[in-house]
């Protein structure tokens, strides 16, 4: 039988709460700690003030708060009234068989290690890409990728997809005697989009496969294709309409523009470290293969 690394502080909290449990709902469940909470006079507390000690290891008010801050949200919405008890518990436990756990192996301390590591480096990245987006940051951005941007054409249309060339011609020739192009799609579409009567919505290039997208570029809107063959199958389009689409506020790409400054300003911090660290890598040649080789992790 294996168990997780770590005790799930939000499993416990969910056993002694309910997993459905509002902060409205664990305030009413505990009126009397939230109200003595409130009236109690104020101490001087820090990061180091000794909360409880277990086994001669100090829990303090900082790995209180740290088991907080790592929360899964539904529980970091509780007030600490009602959370300072279950995360009390779950440092003491943890701490309790920390205490049994006896000299590390080999193993634990190497995995410990590239956690130590791999925590700071997100330190450092997080407080960088954080710092990188500023309103300066965003609007070079958006002058980057959109200043020079010509408005782009976009197409509406419709198709029916059938499986071979003879069904698509069927298809077309029923519509251009009169059949109304949705109801045909909704009966003989093979396609995701036949119960919507094949409409595809707007679309740009690149958008579709590019025989599909050949064939609607060259038409007029109105048209209906003759059939095209993709690797889905058998088309009939309709192209309902055109428009030329300027380029976007601002405001409508703020997100992608913040993902690209930060993913700019990670690179950047990224090649620096590495750059000013200095790297040397051993000169002789280690197989690959060790990476599937356990046994070297024993003791």
């Known amino acids: 039988m294996t168990f997780p690394k770590m005790i799930a502080l939000g499993a416990m909290l969910a056993v002694g709460l309910g997993a ?12 009397e700690a939230t109200e003595e909470a409130a009236t109690e006079a104020a101490v001087d507390v820090t ?23 790592s929360l899964p949200e539904q529980y970091a919405q509780l007030p600490p009234e009602v959370l300072w008890e ?12 920390a205490s049994e756990a006896g000299e590390p192996s080999k193993e634990t301390v190497l995995v410990l290690e590239n956690q130590r590591s791999g925590y700071l480096a997100g330190d450092v990245l997080e407080a960088a890409a954080m710092a990188a987006v500023t309103d300066e940051a965003l609007e070079a951005k958006y002058n980057e990728l ?24 069927a298809v077309k020739e029923e519509v251009e005697g009169g059949a109304d192009f949705a109801e045909v799609a909704k009966v003989k579409s093979t396609g995701p989009s036949g119960p919507n009567g094949g409409a595809l919505g707007w679309f740009g290039a690149g958008m579709m496969v590019p025989e599909f997208e ?74 690959a293969a060790v990476l599937n080789d356990f046994s070297l992790l024993e003791d």
């Open 20 to 31: 459905g449990a509002t902060a409205q709902e664990a305030e009413e469940a505990a009126p």
């Open 47 to 69: 990061a180091e003030t000794v909360v409880a000690t277990v086994a001669g290891v100090d829990i303090t008010v900082g790995h209180m708060i740290v088991a907080r801050k």
């Open 86 to 97: 279950g995360i009390l518990e779950q440092l003491v436990q943890q701490t309790a068989l």
């Open 146 to 169: 959109y200043a020079d941007a010509e408005p782009q054409r976009e197409w509406n249309a419709a198709h029916i997809l059938v499986e071979t060339e003879e069904e698509a011609q």
């Open 214 to 287: 050949t064939a609607v570029m060259a038409m007029k809107a109105g048209e209906v294709s003759a059939p095209v063959q993709t690797q889905f199958g058998w088309h009939v389009i309709k192209l309902n309409e055109t428009r030329l689409k300027d380029k976007p506020d601002m405001a409508a790409v703020k997100d992608q523009l913040t993902e690209e400054v930060q993913r700019a300003a990670v690179d950047e911090v990224i090649a620096s470290a590495v750059e000013k660290a200095g790297v040397e890598k051993a000169e002789g040649e280690i197989p």
